[in-house]
């Protein structure tokens, strides 16, 4: 299985609303990151999980709160978004945080603040 | 700070022809890695092959290889044989060798049509 999931596929939420998004892998990878992705960007990294431990945060806002609660999960918890923030988000699993270690990505929730 | 730049926005190539995408990168390391993700439309991100600086001998996967210059700094993939699946965009990306957590550093893309 070298998949990684995500859900919704798809969200749509208010400046107010409190929504989270979620990401499995079950490839045994103890990475897990997040990135949000513009159209027609390559994709910017806001967070990396190692161990279930926040190893990098890439000085996001505050609005943005990731969290890890298993090897196997990692979730990304959205409050008072700005529609500027309106972006695919992709996670994205790796065995570990070596250099040469490839990268899966999920297929995105994309995201859309009213 | 590393730098990874691709020239062509957007390409295109008729099916089963050959195309090439170029890539250069900026860095003062020698110790690094080099990759080519796809992205199709609405489809996730794979790899399509790597290659590691230290190794002369250029990468290939299939239809898929890679011109690897370390002097220049240029790593372009070229697609052979191309088949209407290879629609998507092509990111080119860089990471450090050296520590854990060094990050991927993108190009902006090339877009590719394949022509029927």
């Known amino acids: 299985d070298t998949e990684v999931t995500q859900t919704p596929k798809h969200l749509v939420m208010g400046m107010t609303n409190k929504k989270s998004l979620k990401c499995e892998q079950h490839?045994?990878?103890?990475?897990m990151y997040w990135y949000k992705q513009k159209a027609k960007k390559p994709p910017e990294l806001m967070f990396v999980?190692?161990?279930?431990?926040?190893?990098i945060n890439e000085s996001v806002p505050s609005r943005f709160s990731p969290e890890c609660p298993n090897s196997s999960l990692l979730n990304l918890h959205l409050h008072a978004l700005q529609p500027e923030d309106s972006a695919l988000y992709l996670c994205?699993?790796?065995?570990?945080?070596?250099?040469?270690?490839?990268?899966?990505f999920g297929p995105g929730t994309r995201l859309t603040v009213t | 700070a590393q730098t990874v730049t691709q020239s062509q926005p957007e390409m295109s190539v008729q099916e089963a022809e050959t195309v090439t995408l170029s890539c250069t990168y900026d860095?003062?390391?020698?110790?690094?890695?080099l990759f080519w993700y796809k992205q199709p439309p609405s489809r996730q991100m794979i790899l399509v092959i790597r290659?590691?600086?230290?190794?002369?001998q250029n990468a290939t996967e299939n239809r898929f290889s890679v011109n690897f210059q370390k002097a220049a700094k240029s790593f372009s993939l070229k697609i052979s044989d191309s088949q209407l699946g290879d629609a998507a965009m092509y990111f080119c990306?860089?990471?450090?060798?050296?520590?854990?957590?060094?990050?991927?550093?993108f190009g902006p893309g090339t877009r590719l049509s394949v022509l029927p």
């Open positions: 490839m045994g990878h103890r990475a």
């Open positions: 860095t003062s390391e020698s110790d690094y890695y």
């Open positions: 999980y190692s161990y279930e431990k926040l190893s």
């Open positions: 994205a699993s790796s065995l570990s945080l070596g250099s040469a270690y490839e990268q899966y």
């Open positions: 990306a860089y990471r450090r060798g050296i520590n854990y957590g060094q990050n991927f550093v």
């Open positions: 290659q590691e600086a230290y190794k002369q």
